[in-house]
Protein backbone atom coordinates (compact mmCIF):
# COMPACT_ATOMS: atom_id res chain seq x y z
CA UNK A 1 0.00 0.00 0.00
CA UNK A 2 1.58 3.57 -0.64
CA UNK A 3 2.19 5.17 2.47
CA UNK A 4 0.76 8.32 2.80
CA UNK A 5 3.06 11.25 4.46
CA UNK A 6 1.25 13.60 6.90
CA UNK A 7 1.76 17.06 6.15
CA UNK A 8 0.94 20.21 8.11
CA UNK A 9 -1.99 21.58 7.47
CA UNK A 10 -2.38 24.05 9.57
CA UNK A 11 -0.71 26.93 8.45
CA UNK A 12 -3.70 29.42 7.49
CA UNK A 13 -2.98 33.10 6.86
CA UNK A 14 -4.95 34.96 9.75
CA UNK A 15 -7.92 37.48 8.34
CA UNK A 16 -8.89 40.49 9.08
CA UNK A 17 -12.42 40.51 10.46
CA UNK A 18 -12.90 43.99 12.29
CA UNK A 19 -13.55 47.15 8.84
CA UNK A 20 -12.03 50.20 9.22
CA UNK A 21 -14.64 51.92 11.82
CA UNK A 22 -14.11 49.43 14.60
CA UNK A 23 -10.42 49.99 14.12
CA UNK A 24 -10.82 53.68 15.01
CA UNK A 25 -9.78 54.95 18.34
CA UNK A 26 -12.04 57.82 19.56
CA UNK A 27 -9.04 59.11 21.40
CA UNK A 28 -7.02 60.04 18.13
CA UNK A 29 -7.96 63.69 18.16
CA UNK A 30 -7.05 63.41 22.34
CA UNK A 31 -11.20 64.17 22.97
CA UNK A 32 -14.42 62.27 22.07
CA UNK A 33 -15.39 62.51 18.22
CA UNK A 34 -18.96 63.73 17.76
CA UNK A 35 -21.64 61.37 16.67
CA UNK A 36 -23.70 63.19 14.08
CA UNK A 37 -27.89 62.44 14.68
CA UNK A 38 -27.94 60.91 11.17
CA UNK A 39 -25.03 58.78 10.74
CA UNK A 40 -25.84 57.71 14.29
CA UNK A 41 -29.55 57.14 13.56
CA UNK A 42 -28.06 54.91 10.30
CA UNK A 43 -26.64 52.70 12.74
CA UNK A 44 -28.91 51.97 15.23
CA UNK A 45 -32.91 52.43 15.74
CA UNK A 46 -34.47 55.80 16.93
CA UNK A 47 -35.17 54.43 20.12
CA UNK A 48 -31.76 54.37 20.93
CA UNK A 49 -30.98 57.73 19.89
CA UNK A 50 -32.05 59.38 22.95
CA UNK A 51 -29.71 57.60 25.63
CA UNK A 52 -26.29 59.20 23.68
CA UNK A 53 -27.61 62.82 23.59
CA UNK A 54 -24.61 64.57 25.45
CA UNK A 55 -22.96 61.61 25.74
CA UNK A 56 -19.31 62.45 26.99
CA UNK A 57 -16.49 60.02 26.96
CA UNK A 58 -15.46 58.42 30.84
CA UNK A 59 -11.62 59.07 31.15
CA UNK A 60 -10.04 55.53 31.96
CA UNK A 61 -9.02 54.95 35.94
CA UNK A 62 -6.72 52.85 35.42
CA UNK A 63 -4.20 55.13 33.08
CA UNK A 64 -3.92 59.05 33.58
CA UNK A 65 -5.85 60.57 30.79
CA UNK A 66 -2.93 62.51 29.30
CA UNK A 67 -0.91 59.22 29.10
CA UNK A 68 -4.00 57.59 27.14
CA UNK A 69 -3.86 60.72 24.75
CA UNK A 70 -0.34 60.82 24.09
CA UNK A 71 0.83 57.15 24.28
CA UNK A 72 -1.17 54.37 23.39
CA UNK A 73 1.30 52.06 24.11
CA UNK A 74 -0.79 52.70 27.94
CA UNK A 75 -3.90 51.99 26.95
CA UNK A 76 -5.96 48.94 27.92
CA UNK A 77 -6.27 47.67 24.31
CA UNK A 78 -2.83 47.81 23.85
CA UNK A 79 -2.05 45.55 27.13
CA UNK A 80 -4.75 43.33 26.08
CA UNK A 81 -2.86 42.91 22.81
CA UNK A 82 0.86 42.29 24.27
CA UNK A 83 -0.79 39.40 26.57
CA UNK A 84 -2.53 38.15 23.67
CA UNK A 85 0.73 37.80 21.73
CA UNK A 86 2.68 36.87 25.13
CA UNK A 87 0.40 33.98 25.06
CA UNK A 88 0.40 32.88 21.30
CA UNK A 89 4.27 33.18 21.36
CA UNK A 90 4.99 30.75 24.43
CA UNK A 91 2.49 28.26 22.74
CA UNK A 92 4.65 28.78 19.04
CA UNK A 93 7.39 27.83 21.46
CA UNK A 94 6.55 24.73 22.94
CA UNK A 95 8.11 21.86 20.69
CA UNK A 96 5.63 19.86 18.23
CA UNK A 97 4.87 16.68 19.38
CA UNK A 98 5.70 13.86 16.62
CA UNK A 99 2.49 11.74 16.44
CA UNK A 100 2.97 7.82 16.15
CA UNK A 101 0.51 5.78 15.34
CA UNK A 102 0.48 1.78 15.94
CA UNK A 103 1.30 1.18 12.02
CA UNK A 104 -1.39 -1.21 11.48
CA UNK A 105 -3.08 1.04 8.31
CA UNK A 106 0.52 0.13 6.36
CA UNK A 107 0.64 -3.37 8.12
CA UNK A 108 -2.69 -4.65 6.68
CA UNK A 109 -3.89 -3.36 3.10
CA UNK A 110 -7.13 -4.52 3.64
CA UNK A 111 -7.37 -1.81 6.64
CA UNK A 112 -8.47 -4.83 9.00
CA UNK A 113 -7.03 -2.72 12.02
CA UNK A 114 -8.47 0.63 11.34
CA UNK A 115 -11.69 2.45 11.45
CA UNK A 116 -14.23 2.66 8.55
CA UNK A 117 -17.90 2.11 9.67
CA UNK A 118 -19.68 3.68 7.16
CA UNK A 119 -17.79 3.43 4.67
CA UNK A 120 -19.30 0.59 1.73
CA UNK A 121 -18.00 -2.57 2.78
CA UNK A 122 -17.50 -5.99 1.20
CA UNK A 123 -20.23 -9.17 2.40
CA UNK A 124 -18.13 -10.36 4.87
CA UNK A 125 -17.36 -6.95 6.44
CA UNK A 126 -14.10 -5.37 5.08
CA UNK A 127 -14.22 -1.93 4.11
CA UNK A 128 -13.76 -1.12 0.29
CA UNK A 129 -9.97 -0.29 -0.79
CA UNK A 130 -10.65 2.75 -2.92
CA UNK A 131 -13.58 3.96 -0.09
CA UNK A 132 -10.94 3.74 2.39
CA UNK A 133 -8.54 5.90 -0.06
CA UNK A 134 -11.05 8.17 -0.46
CA UNK A 135 -10.90 8.95 3.25
CA UNK A 136 -7.34 8.95 3.07
CA UNK A 137 -6.86 11.89 0.33
CA UNK A 138 -9.39 14.02 2.31
CA UNK A 139 -7.45 13.55 5.82
CA UNK A 140 -4.04 14.27 3.39
CA UNK A 141 -5.32 17.08 1.98
CA UNK A 142 -7.38 18.70 4.25
CA UNK A 143 -9.55 20.31 1.76
CA UNK A 144 -13.40 20.64 2.19
CA UNK A 145 -13.83 19.18 -1.29
CA UNK A 146 -12.13 16.17 -0.87
CA UNK A 147 -14.01 15.37 2.36
CA UNK A 148 -16.97 15.96 0.71
CA UNK A 149 -16.63 13.14 -2.14
CA UNK A 150 -15.88 10.37 0.57
CA UNK A 151 -18.04 7.66 -0.28
CA UNK A 152 -20.77 6.37 2.14
CA UNK A 153 -21.70 2.69 2.34
CA UNK A 154 -25.52 3.87 3.59
CA UNK A 155 -27.47 6.62 5.16
CA UNK A 156 -24.52 7.04 8.30
CA UNK A 157 -22.92 10.57 8.22
CA UNK A 158 -19.53 10.67 9.09
CA UNK A 159 -19.32 12.47 12.18
CA UNK A 160 -17.19 15.87 11.72
CA UNK A 161 -13.64 14.62 10.79
CA UNK A 162 -12.73 18.39 9.67
CA UNK A 163 -13.28 19.07 13.42
CA UNK A 164 -9.91 18.18 14.30
CA UNK A 165 -8.57 21.29 11.91
CA UNK A 166 -10.34 23.97 13.52
CA UNK A 167 -7.98 26.37 15.52
CA UNK A 168 -8.15 27.60 19.23
CA UNK A 169 -7.30 31.23 20.26
CA UNK A 170 -7.07 29.93 24.14
CA UNK A 171 -4.28 27.30 25.61
CA UNK A 172 -2.53 25.54 22.48
CA UNK A 173 -3.81 24.29 19.10
CA UNK A 174 -5.24 20.83 18.66
CA UNK A 175 -2.31 19.48 17.14
CA UNK A 176 0.09 20.40 19.86
CA UNK A 177 -1.19 17.37 22.01
CA UNK A 178 -0.63 14.13 20.98
CA UNK A 179 -1.02 10.43 23.01
CA UNK A 180 0.67 7.35 22.35
CA UNK A 181 0.24 4.97 19.46
CA UNK A 182 -3.38 2.65 20.24
CA UNK A 183 -2.55 -1.09 21.04
CA UNK A 184 -1.71 -2.96 17.54
CA UNK A 185 -4.70 -5.27 16.42
CA UNK A 186 -2.85 -8.32 16.25
CA UNK A 187 -1.66 -7.68 20.11
CA UNK A 188 -1.92 -8.87 23.58
CA UNK A 189 -2.79 -5.98 24.83
CA UNK A 190 -5.47 -5.22 22.47
CA UNK A 191 -6.24 -8.92 23.12
CA UNK A 192 -6.65 -8.34 27.04
CA UNK A 193 -8.35 -4.91 26.19
CA UNK A 194 -11.35 -7.16 23.97
CA UNK A 195 -11.55 -9.87 26.71
CA UNK A 196 -12.43 -6.96 28.91
CA UNK A 197 -14.87 -5.76 26.47
CA UNK A 198 -17.00 -8.97 25.92
CA UNK A 199 -16.69 -9.45 29.71
CA UNK A 200 -18.16 -6.17 30.19
CA UNK A 201 -21.17 -6.52 27.92
CA UNK A 202 -22.14 -9.85 29.70
CA UNK A 203 -22.13 -8.26 32.75
CA UNK A 204 -24.20 -5.39 32.16
CA UNK A 205 -26.92 -6.51 34.11
CA UNK A 206 -25.18 -7.42 36.95
CA UNK A 207 -25.12 -4.81 40.38
CA UNK A 208 -22.14 -3.43 40.59
CA UNK A 209 -22.59 -4.54 44.35
CA UNK A 210 -22.79 -8.10 43.57
CA UNK A 211 -19.55 -7.96 41.72
CA UNK A 212 -17.37 -11.60 42.56
CA UNK A 213 -20.35 -12.59 44.02
CA UNK A 214 -22.31 -14.04 41.15
CA UNK A 215 -20.59 -16.73 38.21
CA UNK A 216 -20.25 -13.83 35.67
CA UNK A 217 -18.72 -11.43 37.28
CA UNK A 218 -16.69 -14.59 39.14
CA UNK A 219 -15.56 -15.67 35.97
CA UNK A 220 -14.49 -12.24 34.78
CA UNK A 221 -11.87 -11.89 37.30
CA UNK A 222 -10.81 -15.49 36.87
CA UNK A 223 -10.57 -15.05 33.14
CA UNK A 224 -9.03 -11.46 33.55
CA UNK A 225 -6.14 -12.84 35.84
CA UNK A 226 -5.22 -14.94 32.56
CA UNK A 227 -4.17 -12.75 29.88
CA UNK A 228 -1.10 -12.02 28.93
CA UNK A 229 -0.87 -8.62 29.02
CA UNK A 230 -4.04 -6.99 30.76
CA UNK A 231 -3.75 -3.39 32.20
CA UNK A 232 -6.97 -2.66 33.73
CA UNK A 233 -7.12 -2.34 37.76
CA UNK A 234 -5.50 -4.89 39.97
CA UNK A 235 -4.42 -5.44 43.80
CA UNK A 236 -1.17 -6.78 44.28
CA UNK A 237 -1.00 -7.78 40.69
CA UNK A 238 -4.14 -9.53 40.68
CA UNK A 239 -7.66 -8.59 39.14
CA UNK A 240 -10.39 -8.68 41.78
CA UNK A 241 -13.62 -8.18 42.62
CA UNK A 242 -13.25 -5.15 44.17
CA UNK A 243 -10.81 -3.66 41.08
CA UNK A 244 -13.31 -5.19 38.59
CA UNK A 245 -13.89 -3.28 35.62
CA UNK A 246 -12.65 0.00 37.98
CA UNK A 247 -10.29 2.71 36.63
CA UNK A 248 -6.57 3.03 37.73
CA UNK A 249 -6.56 6.69 39.17
CA UNK A 250 -6.65 7.63 42.98
CA UNK A 251 -10.22 7.31 44.45
CA UNK A 252 -10.69 5.03 41.97
CA UNK A 253 -10.73 1.81 44.33
CA UNK A 254 -12.19 3.64 46.90
CA UNK A 255 -15.55 3.46 48.54
CA UNK A 256 -18.37 2.36 45.69
CA UNK A 257 -18.23 1.73 42.19
CA UNK A 258 -19.95 4.76 41.30
CA UNK A 259 -19.23 8.16 42.17
CA UNK A 260 -20.95 10.40 44.29
CA UNK A 261 -21.33 12.96 42.34
CA UNK A 262 -23.20 10.15 40.29
CA UNK A 263 -25.87 9.53 43.19
CA UNK A 264 -26.34 12.46 45.52
CA UNK A 265 -29.09 15.19 45.07
CA UNK A 266 -28.35 18.52 43.22
CA UNK A 267 -29.68 21.59 43.70
CA UNK A 268 -30.07 23.98 40.44
CA UNK A 269 -31.38 27.36 42.46
CA UNK A 270 -34.77 26.11 43.54
CA UNK A 271 -35.05 22.74 41.23
CA UNK A 272 -34.14 20.15 43.19
CA UNK A 273 -32.55 17.27 40.92
CA UNK A 274 -32.85 13.98 42.20
CA UNK A 275 -30.05 12.14 40.30
CA UNK A 276 -32.40 8.70 38.87
CA UNK A 277 -32.53 8.26 35.32
CA UNK A 278 -34.57 6.34 32.65
CA UNK A 279 -32.75 2.60 32.00
CA UNK A 280 -32.56 0.35 28.93
CA UNK A 281 -34.30 -2.48 28.94
CA UNK A 282 -32.39 -5.34 30.82
CA UNK A 283 -31.17 -8.16 28.74
CA UNK A 284 -31.38 -6.67 25.59
CA UNK A 285 -28.28 -6.63 22.97
CA UNK A 286 -27.84 -5.59 19.46
CA UNK A 287 -26.17 -6.46 16.36
CA UNK A 288 -25.39 -10.05 17.28
CA UNK A 289 -26.30 -11.61 14.09
CA UNK A 290 -23.78 -11.26 11.30
CA UNK A 291 -26.33 -9.57 8.77
CA UNK A 292 -27.09 -6.53 11.18
CA UNK A 293 -23.77 -6.02 12.42
CA UNK A 294 -22.70 -5.78 8.34
CA UNK A 295 -25.89 -2.95 8.18
CA UNK A 296 -24.52 -0.96 10.89
CA UNK A 297 -20.26 -1.02 9.25
CA UNK A 298 -21.95 0.17 5.92
CA UNK A 299 -23.71 2.68 7.96
CA UNK A 300 -27.28 1.46 6.56
CA UNK A 301 -29.48 3.76 9.15
CA UNK A 302 -31.73 4.88 10.40
CA UNK A 303 -31.17 3.03 13.58
CA UNK A 304 -33.47 1.99 15.99
CA UNK A 305 -33.72 3.47 19.29
CA UNK A 306 -32.97 2.07 22.64
CA UNK A 307 -35.76 0.55 24.47
CA UNK A 308 -36.46 2.36 27.72
CA UNK A 309 -37.73 0.74 30.81
CA UNK A 310 -41.16 2.46 32.75
CA UNK A 311 -39.37 3.73 35.53
CA UNK A 312 -36.40 5.31 36.53
CA UNK A 313 -33.73 4.34 38.42
CA UNK A 314 -30.08 5.28 40.23
CA UNK A 315 -27.50 3.90 38.98
CA UNK A 316 -27.01 0.66 39.59
CA UNK A 317 -25.26 -1.54 36.76
CA UNK A 318 -23.40 -1.40 33.46
CA UNK A 319 -26.19 -1.10 31.89
CA UNK A 320 -27.14 2.07 33.31
CA UNK A 321 -24.26 3.84 32.81
CA UNK A 322 -24.22 2.44 29.36
CA UNK A 323 -27.73 4.45 28.96
CA UNK A 324 -26.31 8.04 30.85
CA UNK A 325 -23.39 7.83 28.11
CA UNK A 326 -25.43 7.41 25.78
CA UNK A 327 -27.48 10.38 25.89
CA UNK A 328 -25.76 12.70 28.17
CA UNK A 329 -25.29 16.39 26.54
CA UNK A 330 -21.42 17.36 26.63
CA UNK A 331 -20.41 18.34 30.38
CA UNK A 332 -23.46 17.26 32.05
CA UNK A 333 -21.50 15.18 34.30
CA UNK A 334 -19.32 17.55 35.77
CA UNK A 335 -21.76 20.26 35.63
CA UNK A 336 -23.54 18.17 38.30
CA UNK A 337 -20.37 18.18 40.56
CA UNK A 338 -19.66 21.89 40.41
CA UNK A 339 -23.21 22.49 41.49
CA UNK A 340 -23.26 19.92 44.09
CA UNK A 341 -19.50 21.51 45.33
CA UNK A 342 -20.67 24.67 45.53
CA UNK A 343 -23.75 23.99 47.17
CA UNK A 344 -22.94 21.61 49.86
CA UNK A 345 -19.59 23.89 51.71
CA UNK A 346 -16.81 22.13 49.78
CA UNK A 347 -13.92 24.59 50.18
CA UNK A 348 -12.20 26.28 47.12
CA UNK A 349 -8.61 25.75 46.13
CA UNK A 350 -6.68 27.09 48.39
CA UNK A 351 -4.96 28.98 45.61
CA UNK A 352 -7.85 31.32 45.24
CA UNK A 353 -6.96 34.77 45.38
CA UNK A 354 -10.52 35.40 47.18
CA UNK A 355 -10.36 33.17 50.06
CA UNK A 356 -8.40 35.69 52.17
CA UNK A 357 -10.44 38.61 50.93
CA UNK A 358 -12.20 40.61 53.74
CA UNK A 359 -14.39 42.51 51.20
CA UNK A 360 -15.10 40.62 48.18
CA UNK A 361 -16.21 37.64 46.40
CA UNK A 362 -15.19 36.01 42.60
CA UNK A 363 -17.81 35.93 40.26
CA UNK A 364 -16.53 36.22 36.86
CA UNK A 365 -12.67 35.32 37.99
CA UNK A 366 -12.12 32.50 40.38
CA UNK A 367 -15.86 32.46 41.71
CA UNK A 368 -19.16 30.49 40.34
CA UNK A 369 -19.84 31.79 37.23
CA UNK A 370 -16.13 31.37 36.44
CA UNK A 371 -15.89 27.93 37.21
CA UNK A 372 -19.14 26.84 34.96
CA UNK A 373 -17.76 28.68 31.93
CA UNK A 374 -14.80 27.12 32.31
CA UNK A 375 -15.77 23.56 32.02
CA UNK A 376 -18.00 24.60 28.61
CA UNK A 377 -14.48 26.29 27.69
CA UNK A 378 -11.99 23.25 28.61
CA UNK A 379 -14.59 20.80 27.48
CA UNK A 380 -14.82 22.31 23.77
CA UNK A 381 -10.94 22.52 23.42
CA UNK A 382 -10.45 19.03 24.44
CA UNK A 383 -12.68 17.71 21.96
CA UNK A 384 -10.94 19.48 18.94
CA UNK A 385 -7.76 17.39 20.08
CA UNK A 386 -9.07 14.65 20.61
CA UNK A 387 -10.57 14.60 17.23
CA UNK A 388 -7.38 15.59 15.85
CA UNK A 389 -6.32 12.44 17.23
CA UNK A 390 -9.11 10.13 16.44
CA UNK A 391 -8.72 11.49 12.26
CA UNK A 392 -5.65 12.49 11.27
CA UNK A 393 -3.13 10.12 13.47
CA UNK A 394 -4.52 6.70 14.68
CA UNK A 395 -7.94 6.10 12.84
CA UNK A 396 -8.42 3.01 15.35
CA UNK A 397 -10.82 0.53 14.61
CA UNK A 398 -14.00 -0.43 17.25
CA UNK A 399 -14.56 -2.80 19.45
CA UNK A 400 -17.45 -3.70 17.50
CA UNK A 401 -15.51 -4.38 14.29
CA UNK A 402 -13.02 -6.48 16.14
CA UNK A 403 -15.69 -8.73 17.45
CA UNK A 404 -16.11 -9.22 13.38
CA UNK A 405 -12.24 -10.56 12.94
CA UNK A 406 -13.09 -12.53 15.78
CA UNK A 407 -16.43 -14.06 14.21
CA UNK A 408 -15.10 -14.70 10.92
CA UNK A 409 -11.40 -16.33 12.46
CA UNK A 410 -13.51 -18.79 14.70
CA UNK A 411 -16.23 -19.74 11.57
CA UNK A 412 -13.71 -19.94 8.89
CA UNK A 413 -14.63 -17.09 6.76
CA UNK A 414 -11.36 -15.41 6.67
CA UNK A 415 -7.97 -15.60 8.87
CA UNK A 416 -7.42 -12.85 10.75
CA UNK A 417 -4.34 -12.04 13.05
CA UNK A 418 -6.63 -12.08 16.28
CA UNK A 419 -4.82 -13.22 19.05
CA UNK A 420 -5.28 -16.60 21.18
CA UNK A 421 -6.10 -14.34 24.31
CA UNK A 422 -9.22 -13.66 22.74
CA UNK A 423 -10.11 -17.08 21.11
CA UNK A 424 -9.76 -18.57 24.49
CA UNK A 425 -11.66 -16.59 26.58
CA UNK A 426 -14.12 -18.07 28.18
CA UNK A 427 -16.06 -14.96 27.65
CA UNK A 428 -16.02 -15.88 23.81
CA UNK A 429 -17.74 -19.26 24.54
CA UNK A 430 -20.49 -17.32 27.07
CA UNK A 431 -21.00 -15.36 23.75
CA UNK A 432 -21.66 -17.67 21.89
CA UNK A 433 -24.39 -19.67 24.18
CA UNK A 434 -26.00 -16.20 24.76
CA UNK A 435 -26.18 -15.14 21.54
CA UNK A 436 -24.96 -17.70 18.41
CA UNK A 437 -22.33 -15.79 17.02
CA UNK A 438 -18.98 -14.64 18.48
CA UNK A 439 -19.68 -10.94 17.87
CA UNK A 440 -19.09 -8.50 20.74
CA UNK A 441 -23.05 -7.78 21.84
CA UNK A 442 -24.10 -3.86 21.82
CA UNK A 443 -25.48 -2.07 23.70
CA UNK A 444 -26.78 0.44 21.42
CA UNK A 445 -28.58 -0.25 17.88
CA UNK A 446 -26.09 1.86 16.03
CA UNK A 447 -23.72 0.04 17.61
CA UNK A 448 -20.83 3.35 18.03
CA UNK A 449 -20.47 6.96 15.99
CA UNK A 450 -19.46 7.37 12.60
CA UNK A 451 -15.69 8.33 14.33
CA UNK A 452 -12.72 6.33 14.83
CA UNK A 453 -12.05 5.02 18.53
CA UNK A 454 -9.21 6.06 19.50
CA UNK A 455 -8.97 8.92 21.66
CA UNK A 456 -12.73 8.91 23.48
CA UNK A 457 -14.68 11.85 23.09
CA UNK A 458 -16.60 11.21 26.65
CA UNK A 459 -12.67 10.42 28.09
CA UNK A 460 -11.33 13.52 27.33
CA UNK A 461 -14.07 15.63 28.25
CA UNK A 462 -14.21 13.90 31.33
CA UNK A 463 -10.21 14.53 31.70
CA UNK A 464 -10.65 17.91 31.05
CA UNK A 465 -13.58 19.16 32.98
CA UNK A 466 -12.60 17.26 36.51
CA UNK A 467 -9.07 18.70 36.10
CA UNK A 468 -10.60 22.16 35.70
CA UNK A 469 -12.40 21.27 38.90
CA UNK A 470 -9.86 19.86 40.66
CA UNK A 471 -7.91 23.17 39.93
CA UNK A 472 -11.27 24.89 41.52
CA UNK A 473 -11.94 22.92 45.02
CA UNK A 474 -10.24 21.57 47.29
CA UNK A 475 -9.82 17.87 46.44
CA UNK A 476 -8.64 16.94 49.78
CA UNK A 477 -12.39 17.87 51.34
CA UNK A 478 -14.13 14.34 52.73
CA UNK A 479 -17.55 14.01 51.35
CA UNK A 480 -20.00 13.26 54.22
CA UNK A 481 -22.43 10.70 54.39
CA UNK A 482 -21.73 8.62 51.26
CA UNK A 483 -24.57 6.28 49.53
CA UNK A 484 -24.40 3.83 47.53
CA UNK A 485 -27.39 2.63 45.37
CA UNK A 486 -29.84 -0.20 46.02
CA UNK A 487 -29.46 -3.14 43.90
CA UNK A 488 -32.92 -2.42 42.27
CA UNK A 489 -31.69 1.39 41.80
CA UNK A 490 -34.78 2.85 43.70
CA UNK A 491 -33.31 4.06 46.47
CA UNK A 492 -30.11 4.92 47.93
CA UNK A 493 -28.93 3.35 51.21
CA UNK A 494 -25.22 4.53 53.43
CA UNK A 495 -22.57 3.00 52.24
CA UNK A 496 -20.69 1.84 55.55
CA UNK A 497 -17.29 0.14 53.97
CA UNK A 498 -14.28 0.60 56.14
CA UNK A 499 -13.64 3.27 53.47
CA UNK A 500 -16.17 5.60 54.02
CA UNK A 501 -14.05 8.12 55.65
CA UNK A 502 -11.38 8.22 52.80
CA UNK A 503 -14.20 9.41 50.14
CA UNK A 504 -12.86 12.65 48.78
CA UNK A 505 -13.14 15.09 46.31
CA UNK A 506 -10.20 14.50 44.19
CA UNK A 507 -11.00 10.71 44.58
CA UNK A 508 -14.82 11.26 43.54
CA UNK A 509 -13.95 13.29 40.59
CA UNK A 510 -11.35 10.84 39.42
CA UNK A 511 -13.80 8.07 40.02
CA UNK A 512 -16.52 9.93 37.79
CA UNK A 513 -14.19 10.58 35.12
CA UNK A 514 -13.57 6.85 34.87
CA UNK A 515 -17.53 5.94 35.47
CA UNK A 516 -18.10 8.01 31.95
CA UNK A 517 -14.67 6.97 30.41
CA UNK A 518 -15.51 3.20 31.01
CA UNK A 519 -19.22 3.51 30.87
CA UNK A 520 -18.49 3.62 27.04
CA UNK A 521 -16.09 0.16 27.21
CA UNK A 522 -19.36 -1.59 29.30
CA UNK A 523 -21.24 -0.42 25.96
CA UNK A 524 -19.06 -2.16 23.35
CA UNK A 525 -18.20 1.27 21.98
CA UNK A 526 -14.51 2.07 23.06
CA UNK A 527 -11.56 0.02 24.68
CA UNK A 528 -9.43 0.64 28.04
CA UNK A 529 -6.36 2.40 26.23
CA UNK A 530 -9.26 4.84 24.58
CA UNK A 531 -10.35 5.73 28.12
CA UNK A 532 -6.88 5.53 29.88
CA UNK A 533 -4.98 7.95 27.15
CA UNK A 534 -8.06 10.05 26.54
CA UNK A 535 -8.59 11.09 30.45
CA UNK A 536 -4.79 12.50 30.41
CA UNK A 537 -4.90 14.24 27.25
CA UNK A 538 -8.35 16.26 28.66
CA UNK A 539 -6.01 16.92 31.51
CA UNK A 540 -3.18 18.58 29.07
CA UNK A 541 -5.75 20.56 27.51
CA UNK A 542 -6.88 22.17 30.61
CA UNK A 543 -3.44 22.61 31.94
CA UNK A 544 -2.81 24.43 28.66
CA UNK A 545 -5.88 26.88 28.95
CA UNK A 546 -5.56 27.66 32.91
CA UNK A 547 -1.75 28.97 31.86
CA UNK A 548 -2.94 31.01 28.85
CA UNK A 549 -5.65 32.35 31.68
CA UNK A 550 -3.41 33.45 34.14
CA UNK A 551 -1.86 36.24 32.38
CA UNK A 552 -5.33 37.61 32.23
CA UNK A 553 -6.06 37.92 35.61
CA UNK A 554 -6.25 41.13 37.82
CA UNK A 555 -5.98 39.34 41.17
CA UNK A 556 -2.82 38.54 42.71
CA UNK A 557 -2.45 35.36 42.41
CA UNK A 558 0.04 32.44 42.74
CA UNK A 559 -1.44 29.64 41.18
CA UNK A 560 -3.70 26.61 41.66
CA UNK A 561 -2.32 23.28 42.82
CA UNK A 562 -4.37 20.07 42.46
CA UNK A 563 -3.09 16.26 42.14
CA UNK A 564 -2.78 15.16 38.06
CA UNK A 565 -4.22 11.87 37.14
CA UNK A 566 -0.88 10.35 37.64
CA UNK A 567 -0.49 11.25 41.58
CA UNK A 568 1.90 14.20 40.80
CA UNK A 569 1.16 18.01 42.08
CA UNK A 570 1.31 20.55 39.75
CA UNK A 571 0.65 24.37 40.38
CA UNK A 572 -1.01 26.55 37.20
Wanted: some cysteine; overall charge negative.
Amino acid sequence: MKEIQMTDLLETPAVAVAGDHAARDPRESGVARAVSRRSFLGGVGASGAAAVVGAVEVPSLLVPTEARADDDDSSRRARSYRIRVAAAEAQRDVPAPRHMSNGDERRYDNFIGNYSQGLPHDNIGEVEPTAYQALLTALHTGRPSDFATIPLGGTAKLAGPQGGLAFDLQGADCAQFTIPPAPTVAGAERAGEMVEDYWMALARDVPFSQYGSEPVTAAAVADLNKLTLFKGAKANGTVTAETLFRGLRLGDLTGPYVSQFFLLPVNFGTLGVVQKFKAYLPDTDYLTDFSSWLAVQNGQGPFAANTLTGSTSYMKNGRDLGAWVHADITFQAYLFAAQWLATHGVPLNPGNPYLTSLNQVGVQTFGSQYILDLLGEVANRALKAMWYQKWFVHRTLRPIAYGGLVHNTITGVARYPVHADVLNSGAIAKTFSKHGSYLLPAAYPEGNPQHPSYAEGHGVIAGACVTALKAFFNEHFVIPNPMVASDDGQSLLPYTGLDAGQITVGGELNKLANNVALGRDMAGEHWRSDAEQSLLLGEAVTISVLRDQRATYNETFNGFTFTRFDGTTITV
